[in-house]
């Protein structure tokens, strides 16, 4: 999943990147409400933390404008004002959630993950794709009941897949969820990564969960696309 991340304090933006890409999400950091607004024009995200007090334009205009543009992307304010009139304001201008600083890192990931849940159709906690189970809580993968030793990104890549079961994804999809502006287009890393899975996921007597169509990219899948007529 990846995050725009609006906070003009270097400070906390530093921490709350740090924090959010230890737990597997692809972060972009704007720190005015002008690269705000270019940045998610440009680049699909899952999800925008965006802070109020921010220089040039300041988090309630970004919100309306982007809404207003048509976005539907979730939207979570950060505040250090936490009178009623300005949680009504900014929800009024198309935020979905609203959290108060200071604030403990761990609630800001339930509130995210609870954004990311809703969609455009409810996911649930637990994603399975016939024996492969991936608890976005704890993102923790199985399959068939044995432990995937995943690194951050790994789970990352498998969490878009599994997000996407039965549908196949192109490479620039899968980069623009899974990895972010640093990513290299011109890179094997997207290869790279689906054949670690693979290799991790495919244990001896198990089926192939991921299956490439070629020229089109990835889907994972309990058969490949296409089989059984």
């Not at 404008?65 to 936490?82: H, I, K, N, S």
């Not at 996921?201 to 059984?228: F, K, M, N, S």
Request: proline share 5%.
């Amino acid at each position: 999943m990846r995050i725009l991340l609006v906070e003009d304090d270097a400070v906390i933006a530093a921490s709350l990147s740090k924090g959010l890409r230890e737990e597997a999400y692809a972060v972009d950091v704007a720190t005015d409400g002008d690269a705000a607004m270019s940045q998610a024009a440009i680049n699909p995200y899952d999800a925008i933390v965006l802070d109020i007090m921010l220089p040039k334009r300041d988090g309630f205009a970004v919100c309306r404008e982007l809404r207003q543009r048509g976005l539907t992307t979730p939207v979570l304010m950060l505040t250090a004002r936490d009178t009623v009139r300005d949680r009504i304001t900014g929800l009024d201008t198309g935020a979905d959630d609203y959290l108060t600083k200071p604030f403990e890192f761990g609630e800001l990931l339930a509130r995210l993950r609870a954004l990311l849940r809703r969609g455009p159709v409810l996911a649930p906690a637990v994603l399975q794709v016939a024996d492969l189970a991936l608890d976005t809580h704890a993102q923790r993968a199985t399959r068939a009941g044995r432990d995937l030793a995943l690194t951050t990104r790994e789970y990352a890549l498998l969490e878009f897949l599994a997000r996407n079961a039965g549908r196949v994804v192109g490479r620039a999809e899968i980069s623009d969820h899974v990895w972010d502006d640093n990513y290299d287009p011109v890179s094997n890393l997207i290869e790279s990564y689906i054949n670690r899975l693979r290799k991790k996921l495919d244990a001896p007597g198990l089926p192939p969960l991921i299956h490439t169509r070629r020229g089109a990219g990835y889907v994972l899948a309990e058969a490949p696309p296409g089989a059984g007529g």
